[in-house]
């Protein structure tokens, strides 16, 4: 046990501390980004470090799920944490992002009734898109036919 706490900071190092580009290849977010969430998870949702795994890993076994669609055997390998570990602390990482859904999710607004802006006129009502949200997206050139207008 004891000689698998070292190599455990190692891999959360590895993955927070090297650079923006490699957080980001595997967290899909950037440091700053990435100790922010901590930080919002730890004051506002109550979310504490358990005796053996931070903040810091819980959140980066939960990121390393969610961005790769990993399953828990391969997490649990790369964390070297046991399958019952992972589940445990990937659940209260996803009970304490739900906690604070109102903070961390933005409430599409339906276009007004009485909007006078004539691209919004015709979408009254509408949520999604046309709430001012840009997605930046490269369609395979195959397909951009499918795409225009």
Known sequence: MIERV????????????????????????????????CNL????????????????EKVAMFFTVLAHHTKNMAVKFQFIRSG????????????????LHSLLLVQPQPVPNDSSDL??????????????????????TIDKARYMN
């Open 6 to 37: 070292p190599s455990q900071m190692q891999n959360i190092r590895a993955l927070v501390e090297r650079s923006d580009e490699e957080c980001k290849d595997m967290l899909r977010m950037d440091r700053v980004t990435f100790v922010r969430l």
């Open 119 to 140: 691209r919004w006129k015709k979408f009254t009502g509408c949520l999604g898109t046309l709430d001012g949200t840009h997605i930046d997206v490269q369609v395979p």
């Open 41 to 56: 998870l730890q004051n506002l949702a109550g979310l504490r470090n358990s005796k053996h795994v931070s903040i810091g």
């Open 84 to 99: 019952q570990t992972v589940s445990k602390h990937f659940h209260s990482i996803l009970r304490s992002v739900l906690k």
